[in-house]
């Protein structure tokens, strides 16, 4: 399916050029991907060419600042800059899309619905991210993107990194998909493909407790069929955050994806196609 992928580019409101993956007939229910803080489109490459076979149209997007998006000049990384943006893409489809969201793509997506700041969409997934996230957790990851700020010598110093960071996630022989999220600078050295701007102010206590908030009331106010994929080792999200977020959206389906951590979809992708698949299935009909 790879190859009638299409890339697509989409000119924001603030003037920047944000990249996307397009897959799937004209003609089928749209559906979204939004990846992660840190990540890129390509994390979602196996689920974009099954959901396109299945005949959805997937839009799948880097999002400022990150992959072969445009870094903001300003710095401008807010929960509301990621959703202006993601409100021009679906701006540009016939009919409501499904939004699935991973981890920040997530937030930007349950936010946006229940502030009724995005147009309307017909279901929602969520993957890995609730309203308490865990503060330990989080400042994992925000520790892992901010640091190495100067940059790998070698491809393999950067896969050295991300062992540390995910030890239980299997070494890969193949370097491609680590490369995905890769620039060589003109010194050689290999730097994540990201802006540092994004988290040069994010994690404070204060932050983390404005944007609970702000999710909790969103949630409240979500009423289309919505699906919580969580996975089981997990430090950002835990059972406890998942059972807050049942009572705040009590007609949500909630999913374990038992063997995987934070980044689902790369951990576990066959699981995690298996069980979105059967839940736009359910809650959407066919594509």
């Not at 999002?63 to 870094?71: A, D, F, I, Y």
């Not at 991973?102 to 936010?111: C, D, Q, T």
């Not at 279901?123 to 901010?146: C, H, K, N, Q, Y």
């Not at 490369?179 to 990201?194: A, D, F, M, V």
Request: charged content about 20%; overall charge negative; some cysteine.
């Amino acid at each position: 399916m790879a190859e009638h992928w299409q890339k697509t580019r989409f000119e924001t409101a603030s003037g920047l050029t944000l990249v996307a993956d397009m897959a799937g007939p004209e003609n089928g229910q749209p559906v979204i991907l939004l990846h992660g803080g840190g990540q890129t489109r390509h994390s979602w490459s196996k689920a974009l060419s099954e959901l396109a076979a299945a005949g959805y149209k997937v839009i799948s997007p880097d999002l400022r600042g990150h992959g072969e998006s445009q870094w903001c000049p300003e710095g401008r990384y807010t929960l509301d800059d990621y959703m202006v943006d993601l409100g021009l893409i679906m701006g540009t489809l016939v009919s409501s899309p499904i939004l699935v969201g991973a981890s920040l793509g997530g937030v930007v997506s349950l936010v946006g619905l229940g502030e009724q700041q995005l147009p309307p969409a017909r279901a929602l997934v969520l993957v890995d991210v609730v309203p308490r996230m865990e503060t330990l957790g989080l400042r994992e990851v925000i520790d892992f993107m901010s640091a190495n700020t100067g940059g790998f010598v070698s491809i393999d110093a950067a896969a050295h990194a991300v062992g540390q960071y995910l030890p239980y996630r299997p070494r890969r022989s193949s370097r491609d998909g680590l490369l995905k999220n890769l620039r060589q600078r003109s010194n050689g050295r290999y730097h994540w493909h990201w802006d540092p701007a994004i988290h040069s102010s994010a994690g404070s206590p204060d932050d983390i407790e404005t944007m609970a908030l702000r999710m909790e009331a969103a949630a409240r106010l979500i009423d289309v069929p919505t699906l919580v994929m969580r996975g089981g080792r997990s430090r950002v999200v835990s059972a406890e955050g998942v059972a807050h977020l049942a009572e705040l959206i009590p007609h949500a389906d909630f999913v374990d994806i038992a063997e995987a951590g934070h980044m689902v979809v790369g951990d576990q992708n066959d699981e995690f196609n298996a069980v979105i698949r059967e839940f736009l299935v359910s809650s959407c009909g066919s594509a």
